[in-house]
């Protein structure tokens, strides 16, 4: 069993920077990929960024590849988002998932967090 706790959301301007943390718990969390989705109001989630249990590989979706880097550090049971070069259009909930298997699908992920809000005003 993994719970996960997303932190660090906020209202920011365009261009400005976030990062956000997923705080997890469980003795299996570094067995797990972990990646991170958003939501938009009115749309489906959608996937963001995800990393390998061992923090060797990390994909993201084409729109914010060199924008925006995920990171985990398996001896605080914790994941990161950091997120550069805002943009109005990366306005979200966001959420953090683990899973047993590197994807870009949510019905791959057995844990999920409560989702923290990402604001960008412009």
């Known amino acids: 069993q993994v719970q996960l706790v997303e932190s660090g959301g906020g209202l920011v301007q365009a261009g400005d920077s976030l990062r956000l943390s997923c705080a997890g718990s469980?003795?299996?969390?570094?067995?797990?990929?972990m990646a991170w989705f958003l939501q938009a109001p009115g749309k489906e989630r959608e996937f963001v960024a995800r990393?390998?249990?061992?923090?060797?590989?990390?994909y993201y979706v084409d729109s914010v590849k060199g924008r925006f880097t995920i990171s985990r550090d398996n001896g605080k049971k914790t994941m990161y988002l950091q997120m550069n070069s805002l943009k109005p259009e990366d306005t979200a909930v966001y959420y953090c998932?683990?899973?047993?298997?590197?994807?870009?699908?949510?019905?791959?992920?057995?844990?999920w967090g409560q989702g923290i809000q990402v604001t960008v005003s412009s």
């Open positions: 998932a683990a899973g047993p298997r590197g994807s870009e699908y949510t019905p791959d992920y057995d844990y």
């Open positions: 469980g003795r299996t969390f570094s067995t797990y990929v």
């Open positions: 990393i390998a249990w061992s923090g060797s590989n990390a």
